[in-house]
T-cell receptor, first 113, second 114 residues
Framework: GQQLNQSPQSMFIQEGEDVSMNCTSS?????WLWYKQEPGEGPVLLIA?????ELTSNGRLTAQFGITRKDSFLNISASIPSDVGIYFCAGQNYGGSQGNLIFGKGTKLSVKP | NAGVTQTPKFRVLKTGQSMTLLCAQDMNHEYMYWYRQDPGMGLRLIHY???????AKGEVPDGYNVSRLKKQNFLLGLESAAPSQTSVYFC?????????????FGSGTRLTVV
């Protein structure tokens, strides 16, 4: 089945630094999504991308849908302690079981004040 | 709005015991999902439902059963719990009509099987 490779697995950064993480797939997706999971909570949608090449921002977060439709990246600028959590990418196609989200294994972000 | 509510939040089972996890959504979503999350494994789909009265297997369905008797509820059952089923379980729902905005997740059920 389809798999997503998300990297890095974990990051330890200083407050104020920028963060970059990415997701790649061997097959194409119609939609890329980025979620954040805080400790003890379920994942929450951050950004959704629907078109190849699309660049979308949500505050300090910026995500891009790769032109090949096989990858996506998420950037966080000027990190703050509340950015701590696990970030998941997810790819989705339309129709039947292929419409289910495929999740990456997550990037665990730690921010040192 | 409550969104997606999971009960219970925590549970400890003995090997061989059975239990049911309840998921309820109040957004009139057609689609509902059960995932398990294990360290380093991400989110793996157990079962899902595309509408009331329908269910389908996901990536890791063995040892689990589900039912969707009402549109707003999706139940996950463990008939004979095993230590390998120790995990955090997440329910999610989505609306496939119109733009797709991804899933709305519950806050999880942490299950320990001893």
């Amino acid at each position: 089945g389809q798999q997503l490779n998300q990297s890095p697995q974990s990051m330890f950064i200083q407050e104020g630094e920028d963060v970059s993480m990415n997701c790649t797939s061997s097959s194409i997706f119609n939609t890329w999504l980025w979620y954040k999971q805080e400790p003890g909570e379920g994942p929450v949608l951050l950004i959704a991308l629907y078109k190849a090449g699309e660049l979308t921002s949500n505050g300090r977060l910026t995500a891009q849908f790769g032109i090949t439709r096989k990858d996506s990246f998420l950037n966080i600028s000027a990190s703050i302690p509340s950015d701590v959590g696990i970030y998941f990418c997810a790819g989705q196609n339309y129709g039947g079981s292929q419409g289910n989200l495929i999740f990456g294994k997550g990037t665990k972000l730690s921010v040192k004040p | 709005n409550a969104g997606v509510t999971q009960t219970p939040k925590f549970r400890v089972l003995k090997t061989g015991q059975s239990m049911t996890l309840l998921c309820a959504q109040d957004m009139n979503h057609e689609y509902m999902y059960w995932y398990r999350q294990d360290p380093g494994m991400g989110l793996r789909l157990i079962h899902y439902s595309v509408g009331e009265g329908t269910t389908a297997k996901g990536e890791v369905p063995d040892g689990y059963n589900v039912s969707r008797l009402k549109k707003q509820n999706f139940l996950l059952g463990l008939e004979s719990a095993a230590p390998s089923q120790t995990s955090v379980y997440f329910c999610a729902s989505s609306n496939r009509q119109g733009p797709i905005y991804g899933y709305t997740f519950g806050s999880g059920t942490r299950l320990t099987v001893v």
